[in-house]
């Protein structure tokens, strides 16, 4: 994407604190590990302590590059969901997607309960989860395209989605019921949402998907500004309303559901970074506002985590928890400061 030579030198910031953030990220733990150490293990070379280079390598820098892809995907779709439904309080989540990956889950963890069997087995792996998770959200998603084509009016895209999440929530709350308290507990555990379970395997699925949703975007740039003036005015440059709001619709869901398979539901990025953006860059072009929507969601995922993890402490707090507590009262400083929501 060509960036506006005006705002070049807010990226190169943001880009070195971006990166900043990472190395800070890697050198906190309950372990601790000299800052020099670190570097010469990102760089290949040889540790003092083997010990050291496998926490940086096999579950530090894992779980730094996974907080990078959320809080950049998350924060993206949350502009798109935004952008296309002309709603402020819209975000990655009122598709039902993540409603759809957390029922999947739960038939999973809380059905292994109930019915047992090969439930059970698999119920503790990652894969397990991952995939289970993944199913619920393509269930949600061909329901939400089936819709999509339905419809003329967006605004009933977002109805619709609502009740699907309505609709899923509930049957969760059937299963919890008849669910025995260690499972309802690993339920809810998941849905505290986690960075730091995933294996290099796992974030390499990860990364290909999360790229293939970015690479999307390329579509859909032209349709997105116009969006903001309205279906009419788009329609009015050519633009095809139905095949441009599928592409948005399935980016969306393509990098919502594997999020949510991977990391959990993690609240706040992606209602709250695009007003952010929003408000720093002062733009409604979406060629500045989606690489900037990534940078900065990369970047309060990275400062929510070194937060979880209580630095001296051997305990890390949900993560889901820190992005709520830490999130919600700087957006609601920034809309007070400024009065008004940019859309």
């Not at 040889?46 to 940086?56: C, D, G, M, R, T």
């Not at 992606?270 to 900037?292: C, Q």
């Amino acid at each position: 994407m060509i960036l506006q030579k005006s705002y070049t030198k807010q990226f190169i910031a943001l880009s070195f604190v971006l990166v900043l953030l990472l190395l800070i990220n890697i050198s906190f733990g309950s372990v601790s590990i000299p800052f020099s150490e670190i570097i010469d293990i990102l760089l290949g070379g040889n540790s003092s302590k083997s010990s050291w280079e496998l926490i940086i390598l096999h579950f530090r820098l894992p779980k730094a590059i996974t907080a990078i892809l959320v809080g950049s995907g998350l924060a993206i779709s949350g502009l798109l969901m935004q952008t296309l439904f002309r709603n402020p309080l819209a975000g990655p989540f009122v598709l039902g997607i993540s409603s759809g990956a957390s029922l999947g889950v739960a038939l999973l963890i809380l059905g292994s309960g109930i019915f047992g069997g090969v439930l059970a087995t698999i119920a503790f792996s990652n894969w397990g989860l991952a995939i289970a998770s993944s199913l619920g959200a393509a269930l949600v998603l061909m329901a939400v395209l089936v819709t999509a084509n339905k419809v003329r009016n967006t605004m009933s895209i977002l109805i619709i989605g609502l009740m699907f999440g309505t609709v899923t929530s509930a049957i969760i709350s059937v299963l919890t019921f008849f669910s025995d308290a260690e499972k309802i507990q690993q339920f809810i555990f998941w849905s505290f949402g986690s960075l730091g379970n995933l294996s290099w395997n796992e974030v390499l699925v990860f990364f290909i998907i999360y790229l293939v949703g970015i690479l999307g975007l390329l579509k859909v740039i032209k349709p997105l500004n116009t969006f903001l003036l309205g279906e009419n005015y788009s329609k009015s440059l050519g633009i095809d309303i139905k095949k441009s709001r599928i592409i948005i619709l399935l980016i969306t869901s393509l990098l919502t559901g594997v999020i949510t398979a991977f990391a959990g539901p993690i609240a706040f990025i992606g209602l709250a970074v695009p007003h952010i953006t929003k408000l720093v860059f002062k733009t409604s072009n979406h060629k500045t506002l989606l690489p900037a929507v990534a940078i900065l969601g990369a970047i309060v995922l990275l400062v929510c985590d070194l937060i979880a993890q209580l630095p001296t402490s051997e305990f890390t707090l949900p993560i889901n928890a820190v992005t709520s507590l830490f999130g919600a009262p700087v957006v609601i400083w920034l809309l007070i400061r400024k009065k008004k929501i940019y859309i």
